[in-house]
């Protein structure tokens, strides 16, 4: 593609990036094909292509006179719509980072209009709420309290309690023990929505490794910087991931392997630190060592041996005959390039993985999409619960829990985290 921008423009950190990523692209326009806020509006401007060219023209200064009628304020809706599940990464031919430019565009389009009052509130509001588990549970505790006054598209979203008694039960929970013998040791974040909204995934993540000879300790921080990040509080996002930086850093020197993450968007920022801080001379080479030595917990999910006498029987016998519809997280499969390794795993403790069509397409969650863009999301899900219910499986399991709360709010099999699986 060709540019035209000023040299100060290129000279410019942002500016060189922006240039580098534009001119790998040949608008063949293969990446419509995959993207699921084109293929809902058959709109232009609301596909990889089109974008890609409301953020050119925004640095080429020549967005008030182009043919488009566009503005500022058109281009950041059109933004705002994506979902950034970077489909359109997995399908372009030519390595054009869509995900790095449109952090890019956002960042500097952001920057040159003001918002609507109410929209600013609405994302204060979200960023407030979501960013701490004590603030998520305080929040779904009200709401589960006056959910019959609630509308109908907010209850459904509500995700039901998991009593910590029940947990427990079940040999998991607070109590697990750690084994002072095991021979690796792993670090782990808290948390925000997650601690809150599931504790068991955590709970089993912990238990499924202790089995597994690897002892996961969880370190002293909560969010790890994408909320704010996606919402364009950069300052925010910042403060939270140099935080996160210090703390691991040190932590991370005292004999832990490494950050394992069992929810993939959040796993998937983390990976991301190193290109977001790469320009602050304090923090980048740390970021880049933080994001070198994260995993998803996808990516160990072969060495994961359960020890539960049921899990083994599943495991030895292959005894079990649920099935299950795997929706495999955007930021799994096109934010990492994971594929495969679940559902090996899965079909290797005896469960039985049934077909699922446009596997590739994101659910709506994506992040606070669900909540900024309530039409097209809901659009998304119902397309998404039609093709994950459409072989009637006797579950739905995923990999991250904006998905997992996402399509349970759709459906009424029981959607789980794939950890709990082999607990
Ligand atoms: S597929 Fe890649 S090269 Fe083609 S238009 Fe999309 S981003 Fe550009
Ligand atoms: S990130 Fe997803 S929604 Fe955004 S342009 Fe790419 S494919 Fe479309």
């Known amino acids: 593609m060709q540019t035209s921008f000023t040299s100060e423009f290129i000279q410019s950190a942002d500016g060189e990036r922006v240039n580098n990523i534009l001119r790998k692209c040949v608008h063949c326009g293969f990446c419509n094909a995959t993207c699921p806020t084109y293929e809902l509006t058959g709109n232009e401007l609301d596909g990889p292509r089109g974008r890609i060219y409301l953020i050119k023209n925004f640095f080429e ?100 309690k998991i009593k910590l008694s029940a947990i427990s039960a079940s040999g998991l929970g607070p109590s697990l023990g750690i084994l002072s013998s095991s021979s690796r040791k792993m670090l782990t974040i808290k948390g925000c929505v997650q601690k809150a909204a599931a504790p068991q995934i955590n709970f089993a993540t912990k238990k499924v490794l202790a089995d597994s000879d690897i002892q996961l300790d969880e370190a002293n921080s909560a969010c790890c910087g994408a909320l704010a990040f996606h919402l364009t509080e950069l300052d925010q996002a910042h403060a939270t991931i140099r935080k996160n930086i210090d703390h691991w850093y040190q932590i991370l020197n005292d004999g832990y392997e490494k ?97 699922v069509q446009d596997s590739h397409l994101c659910c709506g969650s994506a992040g606070t999409y669900s909540l900024l863009e309530g039409d097209m999301s809901s659009q998304l899900l119902e397309n998404k619960v039609a093709n994950l219910e459409n072989n009637q499986p006797d579950m739905i399991v995923t990999a991250n829990i904006g998905c997992l709360m996402h399509i349970q709010s759709g459906t009424k099999i029981p959607v789980k985290h794939w950890i709990e699986l082999l607990v």
């Open 61 to 160: 200064e020549s967005l008030e006179e182009n043919s488009e009628g566009s503005s500022n304020e058109t281009s950041l809706k059109h933004l705002d719509r994506c979902l950034t599940c970077l489909a359109c990464e997995t399908t372009c031919p030519s390595g054009v980072k869509y995900g790095e430019l449109v952090d890019i565009g956002r960042k500097h389009i952001n920057a040159s209009i003001q918002r609507p009052v109410l929209s600013k509130i609405k994302r204060k509001l979200i960023l407030n709420a979501f960013s701490s588990s004590m603030r998520v549970g305080i929040l779904l505790a009200i709401a589960r309290i006056f959910k019959p006054l609630l509308p109908a598209s907010l209850a459904s979203k509500l995700p039901a």
């Open 259 to 355: 950050i394992l993450i069992n929810s993939s968007g959040c796993s998937t920022f983390i990976k991301q630190y190193a290109t977001i801080m790469q320009d602050d001379n304090a923090y980048a080479d740390k970021a880049k060592f933080i994001s070198e030595h994260c995993i998803d917990l996808s990516e160990i999910a072969s060495e994961l041996t359960p020890k539960a006498p049921h899990s083994r029987e599943k495991t030895t016998k292959n005894s079990t005959n649920k099935t299950i519809a795997f929706h495999s997280p955007c930021t799994l499969q096109h934010g990492q390039n994971i594929n495969g390794k679940i559902e090996e795993k899965l079909i290797q403790a005896g469960y039985n993985l049934v077909e």
